[in-house]
């Protein structure tokens, strides 16, 4: 996770019919990538400084072989596991790098990295249409709430330390177009809340916003309305009808917003069945955070919402065929445990392909260096006609008070230990991130919360070269446009990035290995 937000106690603008009054700002982004002294860590240069006292006792008794690799250890420990190669922030070790390509190749070797469904796969006969990898484990549980409303539970029983159950509230937030700014303010700061909240809930491993995006086609819709037109209607009524449809614009705004939040099944209870009879109790009060926040009436998913997303995002054309069974009133009964795609290749470097198309995935690195806004991350969520589909994930991980108090005093010392570089000029950066570290303890003192918070951008396109220089550009826009946000493309296993991104409640750091968390730590 790149950075910590933290919601604050706004105070209301006044009205005034003269002057234009200043935009509310919410929260910080405070950095929590450990600081660097000449480009080391401290546990790089206790490597080195170590590597170099042992060498001159060594060399003292006579040890010289025993001293020179101790050095040597030293210096090796610093190039492979503490320097970040490229860009100072958004590089990587080269030990993380040379685990992702042993475990690419590794997947290419077994063929992991190729996935089909359907009759002729390799699949059992009771999952043909399975979703693939970390997914493929995913269980339904269904029930009903202390309010009579029905919900679907998704089990991960195949993460690398817990089990999880993630609910995802599909959620139907008004346009901001057509709201007056005060009442965005207001509903931003409620959203800060419901994510202050999920600090006061230690059995929460983490929650997911997913905003879902594509600018349609509205030929279903003049389908629908042709096949509806009653013959025995007026001619000049048919007429009025068909040409009213038709002067409708030629594409609208497909967007949907889910947001997920996942519990640890081992923090609530002994066992499954009495977590999720503890989560069933919880639901209702996020359910109103949510509306409260802007959501509109957000329910919980059920399966075949889920399904529908999925498969629409393996390929976005599905889209029109779903249009058109909503409107011709037929019912989907597809599972989500069902809507697995018809084939995925993700062994190409950067991106993967699936059902006819192509996708790419970019992750934040490093937050964006000022004040969020509504505005900050508009052109990231919105439709964009560039992409076939796009997909915005917003993770955000909640710390307890006294994790968040311990995290802005550490932020705080190392920047004062670290307030000038290795030539004795003044690090600008580090004083900056210390003085948000200073007003971040105070506002924790006050009753304020830490959350950690990461993003990620998936967008599909067509699977040309032309689709893919067109898309990776306009990514790169976008990114570089989000408040100077720093970030990096997922070059390998990218059919987990993808994934991640659908609305299914995955966490990343829920999957991340030991090795991989030792490699290519950040902080």
């Not at 933290?6 to 935009?23: F, I, L, N, Y």
């Not at 072989?65 to 590089?91: S, T």
């Not at 779903?322 to 989500?336: E, G, M, P």
């Not at 409640?505 to 030991?514: C, D, E, I, K």
Request: net charge neutral; charged share 20%; proline share 5%.
């Amino acid at each position: 996770m790149g950075q910590a937000m933290r919601p604050r106690q706004r105070k209301e603008p006044s009205v005034s019919d003269t002057t234009e009054q200043p935009r509310v700002k919410f929260g910080n982004s405070l950095p929590t990538t450990k600081a660097t002294l000449g480009g080391l860590t401290g546990i790089g240069w206790g490597m080195l400084l170590g590597g170099v006292l042992v060498m001159v006792v060594c060399l003292v008794v006579g040890w010289w072989l025993v001293g020179l690799l101790a050095l040597f250890a030293g210096l090796l420990g610093n190039v492979f596991f503490i320097i970040r190669w490229g860009d100072l922030v958004a590089g990587r070790t080269l030990a993380a790098r040379i685990l992702d390509r042993y475990v690419d190749k590794k997947r290419g070797r077994e063929g992991t990295d190729l996935y089909e469904t359907g009759l002729f796969s390799a699949l059992p006969d009771d999952a043909l249409l399975a979703l693939p990898g970390m997914l493929a484990d995913l269980e339904e549980i269904t029930g009903t709430d202390g309010e009579g409303e029905e919900y679907v539970l998704l089990h991960h029983r195949k993460t690398s330390r817990n089990p999880l159950l993630a609910a995802t509230f599909s959620c139907r937030p008004d346009g901001t177009d057509l709201l007056p700014q005060p009442q965005i303010d207001q509903q931003v700061s409620k959203f800060g809340g419901w994510i202050a909240s999920l600090s006061g809930d230690t059995s929460i491993e983490g929650a997911v916003v997913v905003v879902d995006s594509a600018l349609e086609s509205i030929e279903p819709l003049i389908a629908k309305i042709d096949a509806e037109v009653s013959p025995h209607a007026p001619a000049a009524a048919q007429r009025q009808l068909r040409e009213g449809a038709r002067a409708l614009s030629g594409v609208y705004s497909d967007v949907e917003v889910f947001a997920s939040v996942v519990w640890n099944v081992n923090k609530l209870a002994t066992n499954t069945d009495d977590a999720v009879a503890n989560i069933a109790a919880k639901l209702p009060g996020h359910r109103d955070r949510l509306a409260m926040a802007g959501a509109g009436s957000p329910v919980v998913a059920t399966s075949s919402d889920l399904a529908r997303a999925v498969r629409i995002a393996y390929r976005p054309d599905r889209a029109r065929e779903f249009a058109s069974d909503d409107l011709a009133d037929r019912v989907s009964t597809l599972r989500i445990t069902q809507a697995g795609p018809d084939f995925f290749d993700d062994s190409a470097r950067r991106v993967c392909y699936h059902d006819g198309v192509a996708s790419m995935t970019a992750m934040m690195v490093a937050p964006p260096q000022m004040h969020i806004t509504e505005q900050i991350l508009n052109d990231l969520f919105r439709p964009n006609g560039k992409f076939l589909r796009k997909r915005g994930a917003v993770y955000y991980r909640p710390m307890t008070q006294g994790k968040a108090f311990r995290t802005a005093q550490k932020i705080a010392e190392d920047a004062s230990r670290n307030g000038t570089t290795v030539t004795g000029r003044r690090d600008v950066m580090a004083q900056r991130r210390g003085v948000l570290a200073d007003k971040t303890l105070g506002d924790l003192q006050q009753g304020a919360s830490m959350t950690a918070f990461a993003i990620q951008v998936t967008v599909t396109f067509p699977a040309t070269e032309q689709g893919y220089r067109e898309a990776e550009t306009e990514l790169k826009n976008l990114l570089e446009g989000a408040g100077d946000m720093t970030y990096r493309f997922v070059d390998t296993d990218t059919a987990a990035a993808f994934h991640s991104t659908l609305p299914l409640g995955v966490l990343p750091w829920a999957y991340a290995t030991a090795l991989q968390q030792v490699t290519d730590r950040t902080q």
